[in-house]
């Protein structure tokens, strides 16, 4: 109730009434709840409990027998239900249909037979399941990954921030015996309010399987054997000399600014080189080109944040699936749109199931064909100055669709964001991780751009030429040979690349990703900063490993450019190194002074870097309309063209020990429109075949009605069966690897007598 003038307001503290109420309120939600709070998960951080010792009677004079129920309940893969602990306060049923929009838990039957149950048809599929656990105040739903494994009072509570997106989150990681246990939601306003996604809260085991590397590793023999860390420094630094400046740095998305700062400065200082790019997935020269004038050197202050999202005219996301990619976004437009209204357009070939949860409307457009919606929409006066465009990472994978962007908020007025998936991509871009740019978005062609780092850095220059990138670097490890066909006829010049240094890089990630092993596999010298066993360390000649980020500090740059800590979790790690006392040891014995040995020193040289606001040359993309053209062009006369993104979900390697939370990921399907399945003669859910021009795949059909002809969907990650079946393991490949294909490309779809139909048939030529 309002406080209105003149009201008198009484407590329990001052009013008999009042307090009587309170006692009968409690004494009847304690009729029929258990008084199991010694076992109970809740129990120690449970408000019925608090309330019950502050307020309640001191006895019970309840002497009837108390309703049970079968316990407990799996109402999701990942969370539980102890029915009888329920108070019926209905938090659960409100977050889920009010914030996430996945109404899949219900209040069931009437009076005091009133319980708390899931939908037996459809079961609590949601990303944002283990919010309900939070925001329980009672222990009836707990976590499978959680149940029974630690009491709230053993635990040390840490806050820091989130490492699987660049959402940004806060998050409070609870460890008992430096091992973490759990991580709930943090309280940040500006960011995740008070909520988290699944992967967030549960994907923090993936430091602690067998393949950890905790002692350093150097090839003999063509076997990597244990070795000292001055062996391995001594092995590494010969490795990298004989190379001179021929050595490339691959440091991936995912590591804090401070890490980032120091890999950009090795790079210049310590190798003498430009050939550095953080970029392990589809990149192009135009997505470089946008990146350097539209990303790096921002702040905070001159960034679209998550508060201005709510209070927009209208945002249009240009291949961006908020719920997939940036779920906290998700979350926020949802909002918006729920309570004011938010008009939200999605550039894309169908509506999905977030799209739909946040009321939005479908500007149809192919794979490829972004930048013509674009025009569309700012002719259409849809995008003007009161619009937000979020575009995301996938663009890069989209001839022109960047350029378009940047030509649509220039002559409309709109304001533009970009969301990457990774939690360290803003934080590389403006440390300088790229081939063309030094930190704070000064080029690297610029001389007064490198006069100013160079006072900061005490160095006497720096490299002025415009670096590779990371598909050049790999395919130029290859050496060129002249004479005959096969190569016998002798070497014509050394590669471009004669050594790489990785950091976090997963070959499945690339555009190409046999062309990325057979790179690892060529060049001269690898070495691999690693925290656990991958393709990269198989392939290494030293590998040096590192801790994991709950065993170090530093700071994540969110989307909105916007700072966030990361704290020392784990006081004991498995390896006292991390990469920024690697890379300076390295520099050391390479006889060069890194300038910065600690996460702190790093922090202090970044906070020195101020925002470059000097001019940026174009970096011209001469492939575009190629591409471009072999996009649209290639394939079989009728083909559909491919639409694909990464699920937040799948079998990836940060999500490595949470079995419960990989059990819930969305199958793979492939999607069409009624037209295209009709002409395929398939049903709904029957199988059909995916071929590329690498391989093929069999995947359930979903018929989806907002779905434009001549498009089919399948997950960029998705494996072909489901994470929790037996029969997948570990390293199988994704689905666009198997088929070899990347968004906007040409598949076609089949059906088999098998699969329901009477006779086969195809849509875009043979399978």
């Known amino acids: ?129 283990g919010n309900v656990i939070q925001i329980c105040p009672v222990g009836a739903l707990t976590s499978k990954d959680y149940r029974f494994h630690s009491r709230p009072f053993d635990l040390v509570s840490t806050r820091t921030t989130c490492e699987h997106c660049a959402a940004g989150c806060e998050l409070r990681t609870d460890h008992r015996q430096y091992r973490v246990k759990r991580r709930l939601a943090g309280n940040l306003p500006e960011v995740n309010e008070e909520w988290s996604c699944d992967k967030g809260r549960f994907a923090f085991r993936y430091g602690h399987q067998d393949d950890r590397i905790t002692l350093p590793l150097v090839r003999r023999d063509g076997v990597l054997q244990p070795a000292s860390w001055a062996e391995a420094i001594d092995a590494a630094v010969e490795g990298l000399a004989a ?81 997939d990619e940036s779920p906290i976004i998700f979350l926020r437009l949802r909002k918006a749109w729920h309570r004011k209204g938010l008009p939200v357009t999605v550039i894309g070939s169908h509506l999905t199931r977030g799209s739909v949860k946040m009321g939005a409307t479908l500007e149809p457009a192919l794979p490829g064909d972004e930048d013509a919606a674009l025009v569309r929409l700012v002719e259409r006066k849809v995008v003007d100055e009161h619009t937000i465009v979020l575009v995301g990472e996938r663009a890069a994978a989209s001839p022109g669709t960047l350029t ?84 016998a006829g002798g070497l014509d010049e050394e590669p471009a690349i004669g050594a ?77 190194m991390n990469e920024i006392r690697v890379l300076a040891a390295l520099a050391d014995a390479m006889g060069t002074e890194l300038g910065m040995r600690t996460v702190a020193q790093a922090h202090a040289a970044w906070q020195e870097i101020t925002p470059w606001r000097g001019s940026r040359p174009a970096l011209e993309d001469p492939d575009a309309a190629e591409r471009k053209a072999a996009q649209v062009d290639s394939g079989p006369s009728g083909s559909l063209r491919l639409d694909t993104w990464t699920q937040l979900l799948d079998d990836s390697a ?71 079946d037996p029969a997948l393991r570990r390293g199988d490949p994704p689905l666009r690897e198997r088929l070899g294909v990347l968004a906007g490309s040409p598949v076609q779809l089949s059906v088999s007598p098998e699969s329901g139909s009477t006779e086969p048939k195809n849509v875009g030529g043979a399978a």
């Not at 709904?684 to 093929?696: I, K, L, N, W, Y």
């Not at 399948?714 to 994470?723: D, L, Q, S």
Request: net charge negative; hydrophobic share 40%.
């Open 654 to 724: 940060a999500l490595a020990g949470a079995t419960d939370l990989q059990a819930s990921a969305r199958p793979a399907v492939v999607r069409v429109s009624p037209a295209t399945a009709r002409s395929l003669g398939a049903a709904q859910d029957r199988p059909v075949r995916v071929s590329g021009p690498d391989g093929a795949a069999e995947l359930p059909l979903e018929i989806e009605p907002t779905m434009i002809d001549g498009a089919a969907w399948i997950p960029f990650n998705g494996p072909a069966r489901r994470p929790d």
């Open 243 to 323: 190379a001179g400046h021929r050595v490339g740095a691959l440091t991936g998305g995912r590591l804090t600014v401070e890490t980032s700062l120091a890999w950009s400065k090795f790079a210049r200082m310590v190798l003498g080189t430009n050939n550095i790019d953080f970029r392990s997935r589809v990149s192009s020269a135009e997505e470089a080109d946008f990146l350097a004038h539209r990303v790096a050197g921002r702040t905070l202050a001159d960034s679209v944040s998550y508060a201005d999202l709510e209070s927009a005219g209208r945002v249009v996301l240009v291949d961006l699936e908020p719920e």
């Open 404 to 487: 378009a962007v940047v030509d649509a908020v220039r002559v409309s007025g709109a304001r533009l964001a970009w969301v990457p998936r990774r939690a360290g991509e803003i934080g590389a871009v403006e440390a300088g991780c790229l081939p063309g740019l030094l930190p704070g978005g000064r080029p690297v062609t610029d001389p007064v751009a490198r006069v100013e780092m160079g006072a900061l850095w005490a160095a006497r220059t720096l490299p002025a030429a415009v670096g590779l990138d990371a598909e050049q670097m790999l395919s130029s490890v290859v050496v060129r040979h002249h004479g005959d066909i096969d190569g």
């Open 1 to 129: 109730m309002p406080v209105a003038e003149g009201m008198v307001v009484r407590t329990q503290h001052s009013s008999e009434v009042a307090r009587t109420a309170q006692e009968g309120i409690l004494e009847l939600l304690l009729i029929n709840h258990p008084l199991d709070c010694p076992i109970c998960d809740k129990g120690g951080e449970c408000p019925l409990q608090n309330q019950a010792m502050a307020d309640g009677r001191g006895e019970s004079r309840y002497n009837g027998v108390k309703r049970t129920y079968p316990k407990p309940i799996g109402i999701s893969a990942q969370i539980l239900l102890d029915r009888e602990r329920c108070v019926l306060c209905q938090r659960c049923t409100r977050f889920s249909d009010q914030i996430s929009g996945d109404p899949f838990i219900n209040l069931q039957e009437r009076g005091a037979a009133s319980q708390i149950g899931d939908y037996v048809k459809d079961g609590y599929d949601s990303y944002f399941s």
């Open 500 to 576: 790489l240094m990785v950091s976090g890089v997963e070959p499945r990630d690339f555009a190409d990703p046999q062309a990325v092993r057979r790179g690892l596999e060529q060049v001269g010298f690898l070495v691999s900063l690693e925290q656990r066993a991958s393709e990269v360390t198989e392939r290494a000649d030293v590998v040096l490993p590192v801790a994991l980020l709950e065993e170090t500090s530093g700071t994540f740059l969110n989307w909105e450019h916007r700072p966030g800590r990361v704290r020392v979790v784990n006081t004991e790690p498995a390896t006292p």
